[in-house]
Structure formats: C-alpha cells, structure tokens
C-alpha cells in the first residue's frame, strides 16, 4: 500500500508527536511535528515516522560545471572563493553562496597580484564536487572576469595581457578569462539567465554590448 501523500510548506504543522516521529524535512516543536522544506507528506505507519520529500531535487554543484565568484583569501596552497553563481547544463545560471577552492598546485605556489588577487572576480570550471567544490582556471576562457586596482580600488581595464587603472596610470597582471570585463553575474538579470537556458552563451552570461567595464 502506497504512503498517503498531501503537500506541505515550510513550517506546516503535519502530524503531534504522539502520532509519529520525526523525519526526513521536518523537526519537533512544542509537541507538534513541523515541515522544515516544501514538499510531499509520507508516513510509514509502520515505524510511526513522518517525513517530507521535496518534489525537485535539490540544486548542487556537480564537476564540470562552471562557477563565478570572488576570490576572499588565498595562502600558499589555494585561494578561497566564494561562488555567487553556477552555470548547469540543464539548469542554466542558479545563484548559490558556497565557498568553493582553487588548490595552486598547478601554478605558481605563490600569492601574488600577478595571478589572482583577494577581491577579484573570476570563472571557473569545476573538478571535484563535494562539500567542499574544488575549481580550476586552467584554458583561455577561464580566469579573472573582473578585479580591481590594488591601491585605489578603481576598476581594472584590460589592455592586451595586462590590466590597467586609468586612476592610478599603473599596470597590474592578472590570469584573465578572455572575456574579462564582459562577464555579469554578479547583477546578472531574468535576460541573462534565460539566454543562458537557451544555451545561447558556452561559456555563461556576458554584458550586452560586451565594453570593457566592471561595476563596482
């Protein structure tokens, strides 16, 4: 006999604790069994337990996908991204808040503004899923997508290899995607997720007219 079956919102109450136990998306307050996710009610009458089972699997960043995000610290080992948005085939662009890691294994084990500075922007592709994503900038497309001068915090322009601040009139280096300055996901809107859905955009989404401008 199949489970009864009823949709619940988060934090539905769904049956009392002298009715059944706890489980899956939902917890135990007061004495009354709440649901935590939206989703399908399932008893098991037979263990007295009841749960709830989301209709859409939950979104996770698997290996291949690609991930924008901002570098916040780096040591001798990796820097520490925290990725804004992931673009999934079939999903298209999702935004997410995970932190995700770049291992310098492959690069120079040094931390410097001349391959990848705290606060820049970049794309990555990811190689290891898991709690923890690891991320590599390894090809032409893939690298800092927007960063910032070091001194004055003024946007960086791209000037053939290197960047450069009109502010400051100096030059700094970065590993640059070769759509640097063109990629906005960082305010990206409904148009851009939705071309992206359309598979118009390989690499993810890029700003109309493709200028060579950063917001701040």
């Known amino acids: 006999m199949q489970p009864e079956k009823k949709m619940?919102?988060?934090g539905d109450i769904i049956a009392t604790a002298e009715e059944y136990l706890p489980g899956k998306n939902t917890e135990e307050k007061n004495g009354e069994i709440i649901a935590i996710k939206f989703g399908n009610i399932m008893k098991d009458d037979i263990n007295l337990v009841i749960s709830v089972d989301?209709?859409?699997k939950e979104f996770s960043i698997h290996r291949g996908d690609i991930v924008y995000g901002q570098v916040i610290k780096?040591?001798?080992r990796r820097f520490i991204i925290?990725?804004?948005?992931?673009?999934?085939k079939g999903y298209g662009l999702k935004e997410v808040d995970q932190e995700v890691h770049l291992p310098l294994n492959n690069f120079r084990k040094t931390v410097n503004s001349e391959f990848m500075a705290v606060g820049d922007r970049v794309k990555a592709f990811v190689v290891r899923a898991g709690d923890t994503p690891e991320v590599s900038v390894n090809g032409q497309h893939f690298g800092v997508?927007?960063?910032f001068c070091s001194r004055c915090r003024q946007p960086l322009v791209k000037k053939g290899m290197t960047l450069y601040c009109e502010n400051c009139q100096r030059t700094e280096i970065r590993k640059n995607a070769d759509d640097y300055g063109m990629v906005d996901v960082f305010n990206y809107t409904e148009g851009m997720t939705e071309r992206n859905q359309r598979g118009n955009y390989r690499n993810g989404p890029v700003r109309n007219g493709g200028r060579n401008h950063i917001r701040g």
């Open 54 to 56: 989301p209709e859409k």
């Open 8 to 10: 619940a919102f988060p």
């Open 145 to 147: 997508v927007g960063a």
């Open 74 to 76: 780096g040591d001798q």
């Open 82 to 88: 925290r990725a804004v948005a992931v673009f999934q």
